[in-house]
């Protein structure tokens, strides 16, 4: 079975710093270009962050400066460094292959909350 599940978030203040983790399992996702979304209440999910297999990053103007994707292709795995959180930031992140769709499934996300 082919799955991404996320984990590392919690609550945090805001300028605080949180990392995310996305492990994958499966296949191998090393030549990927994998992704960051995050889905706040009420609202679309949105891309956050890309990494390309080579290690070439583009992030959402949002985030830009504060967030820096990375990943692990011995380990398969992706990451998400998320520095000087805002109160904006606080959403369900998730990981997934970027631009194929639905493929794999979206799974449970990791809850980010940034809160005073």
């Known amino acids: 079975q082919v799955q991404l599940v996320e984990s590392g978030g919690g609550l945090v203040q805001p300028g605080g710093s949180l990392r995310l983790s996305c492990a994958a399992s499966?296949?191998?996702?090393?030549?990927?270009?994998m992704g960051w979304y995050r889905q706040a209440p009420g609202k679309q999910r949105e891309l956050v962050a890309t990494?390309?297999?080579?290690?070439?990053?583009n992030y959402a103007d949002s985030v830009r400066g504060r967030f820096t994707i990375s990943r692990d292709n011995a380990k398969n795995t992706v990451s998400l460094q998320m520095s000087s959180l805002k109160l904006e930031d606080t959403a369900v992140y998730y990981c997934?292959?970027?631009?194929?769709?639905?493929?794999?499934?979206w799974g449970q996300g990791t809850q980010v909350t940034v809160s005073s």
């Open positions: 997934k292959v970027h631009k194929t769709g639905n493929w794999p499934a």
């Open positions: 499966g296949r191998d996702f090393s030549l990927y270009v």
């Open positions: 990494i390309t297999s080579g290690g070439t990053t």
